[in-house]
Nanobody
Framework: QVQLVESGGGLVQPGGSLRLSCAASGRTFSVYTMAWFRQAPGKEREFVSAITWSSGNTYAADSVKGRFTISRDSAKNTFYLQMNSLRPEDTAVYYC????????????????WGQGTQVTVSS
């Protein structure tokens, strides 16, 4: 089993920045890809970005490319989502997820999920 705990959400003004963290514990040696998803009110959960644990390869949704950066710290078993130039449409609950597989954008490809952290972008 892998346990994931997100932190770092909050309220930020448009154009501002936040960094989300996801701490992984348990059988982390078997996890290959970590990802961030988000779910806005009344909408389906959507893929944001992903990173492979060993090589650091990344992939991001078009809606966040150039604004959001995913990274990981293997020594701390933690990965991050640096969010810059935030927009009101980025408001959502952000979830981290993990899978033994490679980078995927489908929700059902991920085996483990965190509890979510709220990000609100508003003036």
């Amino acid at each position: 089993q892998v346990q994931l705990v997100e932190s770092g959400g909050g309220l930020v003004q448009p154009g501002g920045s936040l960094r989300l963290s996801c701490a992984a514990s348990g059988r982390t040696f078997s996890v290959y890809t970590m990802a961030w998803f988000r779910q806005a009110p009344g909408k389906e959960r959507e893929f944001v970005s992903a990173i492979t644990w060993s090589s650091g390869n990344t992939y991001a949704a078009d809606s966040v490319k150039g604004r959001f950066t995913i990274s990981r710290d293997s020594a701390k078993n933690t990965f991050y989502l640096q969010m810059n130039s935030l927009r009101p449409e980025d408001t959502a609950v952000y979830y981290c997820a993990a899978t033994w597989g490679g980078i995927q954008t489908r929700l059902n490809a991920y085996d483990y999920w965190g509890q979510g952290t709220q990000v609100t972008v508003s003036s």
